[in-house]
Structures are given as structure tokens and as C-alpha cells.
T-cell receptor, first 112, second 114 residues
Framework: GEDVEQSLFLSVREGDSSVINCTYTDSSSTYLYWYKQEPGAGLQLLTYIFSNMDMKQDQRLTVLLNKKDKHLSLRIADTQTGDSAIYFCAESGTSGTYKYIFGTGTRLKVLA | SAVISQKPSRDICQRGTSLTIQCQVDSQVTMMFWYRQQPGQSLTLIATANQGSEATYESGFVIDKFPISRPNLTFSTLTVSNMSPEDSSIYLC???????????FGPGTRLTVT
């Protein structure tokens, strides 16, 4: 079945770059997403990339997509303490539906 | 964007009881979903809430356990019935905005069953 995997933890120093990785199995996904979940809060859509793109940049965020390897990454430049959260990647699943399949989430801890 | 509110934000319930969670969105949406996030885990889709008709459930979820209503475009309820400690989770409502087609999530309802 469809599966999305992420590493569980990442720790970086304030000001450094963070790279959060994700692998997925469904090659028919139309969109791939990154969501941020802060403690006690819902999910906030950070950015998304269309499956025919290799890269998307949005201010401090850079998304890289390697469709051949089914690998997605999120780079956060100049990481701040406010970036500490859990980051989920998600794929749109078969037929580009809204039934997203979420990864396990990566807990990012930013050290001051 | 869409602003979603959920009630209650958290609750502690006894085994065998039921809890109804409400989801209200402030704008027109096309689709509404209910997800479950078990402790330390990712999100799992429970069902699609259909306006005026029965919800569409994902594998492993049934209407008797998770009855869902959606009487209009901007409001839905999820009931967790005959609860057991295994139902302790965060339950999240999500919507697809009518204009942007982006999916937004509510703040979640943190349920603890004792």
C-alpha cells in the first residue's frame, strides 16, 4: 500500500539550515505537501510542490523533489527557535484526491 | 484561507461513554474530512463528511463507532462511540477551501479515555 516515511527527530542550532527528508511510494501523487504542527495546535500548510516540478522556493523554505527516487525534502534556511515543531510531509494519494497520506512526522528541535 | 474551530478542544472521558466533536468553518468549502492522530503517530483519515448524506469511511473505520453528520456546507460533527482507552487521540477536522482548493486543518480535539 501507499506509505510515506520520515526520520523522527532532527536537532539543529539556531541560524543553521535544517533539511527534513521524506520518501513516498505512490508515484501517481499529483501534489506533495509540507505541514507544520506546533505543540497543541493543528496542522499549518507550509508549502506544496506539483509533481512535475523539481524545486520550489518560498522565502526561507526550499522544497526539492526527486521523482525518480520518490524523495522529497524541505530545507529551512536560517532556522529559528520558532521553527521548532513537528513537520509532516503528505502526498495526495492516487488520482490526486484530497485523501492525503501523511508521513510519520519529523520533530525539529532548534537549539539557541 | 479557511479558519476552522473545533469544540471541545480537549476532554477526558470515561470508558463506555460517547463524545461528539464539532467542526465549524468560516467560509465556503467543498470537502470536509475527519482525521485521527494517535499519540506520537501520524494522521490517519477516518472518513469524508458528505453534506446531507452518509459519510464515506476509510478501511478500518465504521459508522457505528464513528457516526458523522454534515447538515450544511460549513459544519460537521464526529461522535466517538462506546469509547475505550485505545480511542485516546487527537481528532482533527479538515476542509478543502472552495476557491483555493487547499486543505486546511482545525486545531484538533485532544481526547483522553480513562
Amino acid at each position: 500500500g501507499e506509505d510515506v516515511e520520515q526520520s523522527l527527530f532532527l536537532s539543529v542550532r539556531e541560524g543553521d539550515s535544517s533539511v527534513i527528508n521524506c520518501t513516498y511510494t505512490d508515484s501517481s501523487s499529483t501534489y506533495l505537501y509540507w505541514y507544520k504542527q506546533e505543540p497543541g495546535a493543528g496542522l499549518q500548510l507550509l508549502t506544496y510542490i506539483f509533481s512535475n516540478m523539481d524545486m520550489k522556493q518560498d522565502q526561507r523554505l526550499t522544497v526539492l523533489l526527486n521523482k525518480k527516487d520518490k524523495h522529497l525534502s524541505l530545507r529551512i534556511a536560517d532556522t529559528q527557535t520558532g521553527d521548532s515543531a513537528i513537520y509532516f510531509c503528505a502526498e495526495s494519494g492516487t488520482s490526486g484526491t484530497y485523501k492525503y497520506i501523511f508521513g510519520t512526522g519529523t520533530r525539529l528541535k532548534v537549539l539557541a | 484561507s479557511a479558519v476552522i474551530s473545533q469544540k471541545p478542544s480537549r476532554d477526558i472521558c470515561q470508558r463506555g461513554t460517547s463524545l461528539t466533536i464539532q467542526c465549524q468553518v468560516d467560509s465556503q468549502v467543498t470537502m470536509m474530512f475527519w482525521y485521527r492522530q494517535q499519540p506520537g503517530q501520524s494522521l490517519t483519515l477516518i472518513a469524508t463528511a458528505n453534506q446531507g448524506s452518509e459519510a464515506t469511511y476509510e478501511s478500518g473505520f465504521v459508522i457505528d463507532k464513528f457516526p458523522i453528520s454534515r447538515p450544511n456546507l460549513t459544519f460537521s460533527t464526529l461522535t466517538v462511540s462506546n469509547m475505550s482507552p485505545e480511542d485516546s487521540s487527537i481528532y482533527l477536522c479538515s476542509v478543502v477551501a472552495k476557491l483555493s482548493y487547499e486543505q486546511y486543518f482545525g486545531p484538533g480535539t485532544r481526547l483522553t479515555v480513562t
